[in-house]
């Protein structure tokens, strides 16, 4: 594990966001566009927490992953249904376009990328969030060339962002699903090792059972165990 | 801050007095939550030290730990991303007793946990004193997994569970406060569920 780049602590408040736009873009995800009040500048791989308030003043909150880039006047969220989960069904089927939640972010300096080091990810299912951040952020930048991305799903219809990655060159790695390009399978090392050439981090995003196959492929492809960085996904929010 | 429209408490899990604020409970389930590459590490390769401000710089090994007095802790834990996990067993050997075999020096007022990988955690001292804390191998009566800090982790269970260190290593006392790498990443420097000291910012 490496050192973080520079040690001030970050002080984050609670605020609001005002959900501007909301969409479902695969069968268990919403999308929400949200605008936030006070809001402070945001790196690639950051997340904000949502918090909902009952009556009872009962709260939940979770952790959500940015999609957005930091230039895009609002930030963006993909949330998965998760079966009971309290948090996303109550975004998925009650929250509308003009409701106000409690806000927190954006938190988190481990997971993030700092827009000049040479850089994979290789990323899971709603995992592929971050990545997003990152690819967008490049774009903005110019610097596509510094990013590399292999997002890993069942078949192209519940990969969250799919044509996106794809249309920023993305390895896209089905599952369940032989696009012609690739028989239907997780990322192999041989897929691996290229793309690694020239990497100085990869950012792991995914379940935790993702997150597993993922570690030993990079290990396996030739990558240090130092040099991964790993966020997973899942019922903890 | 005002009510969410539309939301309501649905969960009622029997344990709502002791459920923290803003946690809810996972049941049978365990999260696990590291940002690095788990380690494989053997226990007969697996040692701890403890170091810093002590009198005796004093280090275990896997066999040598085992001959300390086994000690177990029945409770519930609290991971800062929300869950918590209600009447879990661990088994291993009380901090006292490490501490009292290296001897603290008088300055020394917080320690700082650190695991194999590099991963560390900054705690007060006092937090990991008078059976508050344990190194632990057996979770629920088996080995410790290794994606949950197996062979040997830190457990302070009375704050936030990332002051848990997996694959603990080394304790190294100190006398002035320093963060560790969740805390410089935001978290805050004590962590007790109860006040909801999740981020730096926090009370």
Redesign the interface.
């Given at each position: 594990?490496?050192a973080?780049d520079d040690?001030t602590?970050?002080?984050?408040?609670?605020s609001?966001g005002r959900i501007i736009e909301k969409a479902r873009p695969t069968p268990h995800t919403t999308m929400l566009r949200m605008h936030v009040e006070d809001r402070v500048r945001h790196r690639p791989g950051q997340h904000y927490l949502i918090?909902?308030?009952?009556?009872?003043d009962?709260?939940?909150?979770?952790?959500y992953s940015v999609a957005s880039d930091d230039d895009d006047p609002l930030v963006e969220f993909l949330v998965e249904t998760l079966p009971d989960g309290?948090v996303s069904e109550?975004l998925a089927d009650?929250?509308e376009v003009g409701?106000?939640?409690?806000m927190?972010g954006p938190?988190?300096?481990?997971?993030t990328w700092n827009t000049t080091t040479p850089a994979l990810c290789l990323v899971g299912g709603t995992g592929v969030v971050p990545a997003v951040s990152m690819v967008r952020t490049a774009r903005r930048l110019g610097r596509g060339d510094l990013l590399r991305v292999v997002a890993v799903g069942r078949d192209p219809e519940s990969l969250p962002y799919a044509e996106e990655l794809a249309r920023a060159g993305a390895l896209m790695a089905y599952t369940r699903h032989d696009d012609g390009s690739r028989p239907a399978g997780a990322p192999t090392v041989d897929e691996l090792v290229p793309l690694l050439e020239g990497v100085d981090l990869a950012y792991v995003c995914g379940s935790?059972r993702f997150a597993?196959y993922a570690?030993t492929a990079?290990?396996d492809s030739g990558l240090s165990?130092?040099s991964?960085?790993?966020?997973?996904f899942?019922?903890?929010? | 801050m005002p009510v969410t429209r539309g939301f309501v408490r649905r969960r009622r899990s029997g344990h709502e007095s002791r459920l923290p604020p803003g946690q809810y409970d996972t049941g049978s389930g365990w999260p696990v939550l590291t940002a690095e590459a788990t380690p494989q590490i053997r226990p007969e390769d697996w040692s701890i030290t403890v170091d810093g401000l002590v009198e005796r710089t004093t280090t275990w090994t896997w066999d040598e730990i085992h001959q300390l007095p086994l000690t177990a802790y029945n409770g519930d834990i609290h991971c800062v991303t929300t869950w918590s996990k209600f009447d879990v067993t661990f088994r291993g050997v009380s901090v006292d007793d490490l501490l009292d075999a290296a001897g603290p020096l008088p300055e020394a007022r917080f320690v700082m946990a650190h695991s194999s990988t590099g991963y560390t955690t900054n705690l007060p001292l006092s937090d990991v004193l008078h059976g508050k804390a344990w190194v632990v191998w057996e979770y629920g009566g088996k080995p410790l997994p290794r994606e949950h800090g197996g062979p040997v982790r830190l457990l302070v269970p009375h704050l936030y569970f990332w002051k848990s260190a997996k694959w603990v290593s080394r304790l190294e006392l100190m006398a002035e406060d320093r963060p560790g790498f969740w805390e410089q990443n935001g978290y805050h420097d004590r962590g007790d569920p109860w006040l909801e000291q999740r981020y730096q910012g926090d009370p």
């Open positions: 594990m490496s973080i040690v602590p970050v002080v984050t408040a609670w609001e918090r909902l308030r009952a009556p009872d009962y709260t939940a909150q979770r952790s309290e109550f009650v929250a409701d106000v939640l409690e927190r938190i988190g300096r481990w997971f935790a597993a570690e990079l290990i165990p130092q991964i960085r790993v966020e997973r899942g019922p903890t929010g | -």
